[in-house]
């Protein structure tokens, strides 16, 4: 369990991070406590407001529950569904016609935990690139995405214009990487007050998370990529058939 001080992201949102990550691999069990408020304190060197900032934000998206007098503790997991049938936003969105801007929040080189390593299934480097990317559509903001991908796949890839080329593009254009499949994940999340400043909405605003993870041939994840989409601006739309799809579907006001 580490914070970053020099990265752009502040110091709750990557607490945040680092406690879902703990979750997603099993480090903490559904119905098991975690530290509490003065624990995380004492082993990140950071504030009592910023470490009571994360836990209240992971109360309110259902990761975690507290129960009064005892403690915080994980939630049960919950049961999601496939959804789409395009591999990234830019794919969708040049199906459908529209044009679609990305800004570039960040984009960054970091080196995991252990725990998060083996949950994305990487045996030797120890390093990923962050990427987080705005999309917005007719100048309002629609998803904010953060992508996670192993160094090894492509080790320059920082040098590309990501507010300009798909992501997946590059990956295939330029390091040859074939992409199998992916699955996805859909939860409803309430706005932080990092990702209400970005999207432009209130704090504690309805969103969309998907969750999505890439695999390419040999069943390794290529990406990890979390969408938050404000509930008001997204409508998904299914398909059920002897192949099943959805259609993404942004309601502009």
Not at 104 to 116: G, L, R
Request: some cysteine.
């Amino acid at each position: 369990m580490e914070i970053n001080r020099k990265s752009a992201l502040p110091l709750y949102y990557q607490l945040k991070e680092i406690i879902k990550e703990d979750v997603d691999v099993g480090k903490y069990k559904p119905g098991e406590k975690i530290p509490s408020e003065n624990e995380l304190c004492d082993i990140l060197s950071i504030s009592r407001n910023t470490a009571k900032q994360a836990i209240a934000d992971l109360v309110s998206e259902g990761i975690l529950y507290r129960v009064q007098g005892k403690g915080t503790f994980v939630a049960e997991k919950k049961i999601f569904k496939g959804l789409t049938d395009a591999f990234s936003f830019s794919s969708e969105f040049k199906m459908n016609g529209s044009k679609l801007k990305t800004k570039v929040i960040f984009a960054e080189k970091i080196s995991e935990t252990k725990e998060t390593l083996e949950y994305l299934k990487l045996k030797e480097s120890k390093e990923l690139f962050r990427i987080q990317r705005l999309r917005v559509l007719n100048n309002v903001p629609v998803a904010l995405q953060t992508s996670y991908i192993p160094k090894f796949f492509c080790p320059n890839l920082l040098k590309y214009d990501l507010s300009e080329n798909s992501l997946f593009d590059i990956l295939k254009e330029h390091y040859n990487l074939s992409l199998s499949y992916f699955t996805e994940n859909l939860t409803c999340v309430r706005a932080d007050r990092y990702e209400a400043e970005l999207l432009k909405i209130k704090k504690g605003s309805p969103l969309f998370l998907l969750t999505r993870k890439t695999f390419n041939k040999n069943d390794e994840i290529v990406e990890v990529a979390r969408s938050f989409m404000p509930g008001d601006r997204s409508e998904f739309y299914f398909r059920h058939g002897e192949g099943m799809s959805i259609e993404l579907n942004h309601i502009m006001e």
